[in-house]
């Protein structure tokens, strides 16, 4: 296994998950893996390192069963020496203990040398001692810690055995493995791990694979880690009709795209008119939320969204931007708010008879972060469309050339009777964000839109999106993707989102 080039084979019963030839890691080096969600990145890394139970699962590795894989001294010793950080960081947590007590949990348990508080420091950007001190006593819950302090817990884990690493003299085989790992980042704290991965990396090359959709990693890595360039291979799961595979990505092709990027104007009467103003003072779970115009101490504002125009709301994970979203959309009740729609004020005591009536799917749609939340799983593609209006009749061709547009790959017309639960996170995503379009309404919300997609996916959504704009529509957009959203909207028009108490 010194090559490290696997052919993997995973099915569950008679349905096959995956089967690939000549999926390669290159060794002693940064790997970064792109490709649409769901199209096999995290269970292909899984099983490389072993995590997969062969009597849920038949896994076949280089055409030999799994059991004997795991045996493999190799194999062992990856496990041994490195780390494998989830993408949902929930599911490694333990809610009876706390996260300090996590941190020196299992495999960390004996790892007495490495200084523990500083890479916790450095993860929060050299948060005060205090209020890290009071944060490691803390038991995971649904609310706290946020999902970005979730997600820099279990990047701690992983620096403390990189650190290990770095500090034996053992050249064995260590494989680090990160699962979307800045997911519920922004690009700050994103920036943080990737400045000390590439510090320990210097120190002494190790294995790396990041498992991302943040394409706009690339450019941070050109920018700020040119040096080493050489030790960083970008590479792409692609789905063909009836397989996938492994290609080099270009990262040329990002570059190239994002620096192309503008905003647009639309020529629409009434543009910028304020068909939704949502007022600071929210009140809910426990804390305040009010709007800013920029990151610093600036006066708190009204967050607007204008026809013709994209508005973009930012904030770190877990400080309540797809709380907003789902207030103004009626979806949450909050203890205190008010908004309006064109003239009409709404507040926390509007019954929700009156979103009912008036604002879901005819003044406003919404783009949910998960398609799964948004979508009947056990309903056909085609029942997902024809739920939009019991008085109109769909047409199956139409709604096919409408889903085609989204996608790379012909579909056929057998794709409308596929249920919704079988299709890929990618695929999901893409019926999620069309389902909002044909809903043609004034006011689109977006909550991290691009979730899930390919490159080639993206630009096709960024397209969507200034179409609606250009056509006279209020976008709001929630997304990590600062790179790209930064791009296309408009600096005055962009908020920051504060949560306190």
């Known amino acids: 296994m010194t090559d490290f080039k696997f052919d993997v084979q995973i099915k569950a019963g008679k349905r096959t998950l995956v089967d690939i030839n000549n999926f390669d890691l290159a060794p002693n080096k940064i790997n970064f893996l792109f490709g649409e969600s769901g199209i096999g990145k995290s269970i292909i890394s899984k099983a490389i390192f072993g995590l997969l139970d062969p009597d849920e699962l038949l896994v076949k590795m280089d055409g030999a069963s799994y059991e004997k894989y795991l ?42 040398k490495v200084d523990e508080q500083s890479i916790i420091r450095h993860l929060w950007g050299g948060a005060d001692s205090g209020f890290l001190e009071r944060l490691l006593k803390v038991f995971p819950k649904p609310f706290r810690p946020s999902g970005g302090e979730k997600q820099r817990i279990l990047l701690a884990m992983a620096f403390k055995k990189i650190k290990k690493y770095l500090d034996g003299k053992s050249s064995k085989t260590a494989l680090f493995i990160f699962d979307e790992p800045t997911g519920s980042l922004d690009n700050r704290f ?31 890595m050109e920018n700020n880690y040119a040096d080493i360039s050489a030790a960083l291979e970008y590479k792409e799961l692609v789905r063909s009709e009836n397989s996938i595979g492994l290609n080099a990505f270009s990262k040329a092709d990002y570059l190239d795209w994002i620096k192309k990027q503008r905003w647009a104007e639309s020529g629409t009467i009434h543009t910028g008119h304020v068909l939704a103003r949502v007022h600071s003072g929210i009140q809910i779970f426990g ?27 930012k904030a770190q994970s877990g400080a309540g931007k797809t709380t907003v979203a789902k ?16 003239q009409q004020n709404v507040s926390h005591k509007t019954p929700e008879e009156f979103w009912r009536k008036y ?75 069309l389902r909002s379009l044909v809903l043609d309404t004034d006011i689109l919300i977006m ?10 996916s993206a630009h096709k959504i960024i ?20 790179e790209i959203f930064d791009k296309i909207v408009k600096p005055e028009n962009i908020y920051y989102l504060n949560s306190s108490g």
């Not at 203990?97 to 495999?107: D, I, V, Y």
């Not at 879901?360 to 939340?373: C, L, T, Y």
């Not at 397209?463 to 600062?482: C, P, T």
């Open 327 to 342: 207030i103004i959309m009626g979806l949450i009740k909050a203890q205190k708010m008010s908004l309006s729609f064109d």
């Open 359 to 433: 604002i879901w799917g005819k003044r406003a749609s919404m783009v949910f972060q998960h398609a799964d939340e948004a979508l009947n799983q056990n309903a056909t593609v085609l029942e997902i469309f024809k739920a939009l209006s019991e008085k109109r009749k769909v047409n199956p061709a139409k709604v096919l050339r409408r889903i085609q547009e989204l996608f790379d790959v012909e579909l056929k017309p057998s794709f409308l009777k596929k249920k919704i639960k079988l299709l890929s996170g990618g695929q999901k995503q893409r019926i999620n964000i």
């Open 190 to 220: 994103r920036n943080l791990f990737l400045e000390l991965l590439v510090e320990c990396y210097k120190q002494k090359p190790f294995m790396v694979l990041i498992i991302t959709h943040d394409y706009s990693i690339i450019s941070e």
């Open 71 to 112: 045996h493999k001294p190799a194999v062992k010793s990856m496990q041994k020496e490195g780390f494998f950080v989830f993408q949902e960081p929930s599911s490694h947590l333990n809610p009876l203990l706390t996260l300090e007590q996590q941190l020196n949990e299992g495999s960390l348990r004996n790892i007495k």
């Open 287 to 313: 804390k305040r939320l009010s709007f800013h115009k920029s990151k610093l101490q600036s006066p708190e504002t009204g967050l607007e969204v204008k026809r013709g125009e994209l508005v973009y709301l």
């Open 463 to 482: 397209e969507k999106i200034k179409q609606r704009q250009m056509d006279g529509k209020a976008i709001l957009l929630i997304s990590h993707n600062e």
């Open 447 to 456: 909550d991290e839109p691009l979730n899930g997609l390919d490159l080639r």
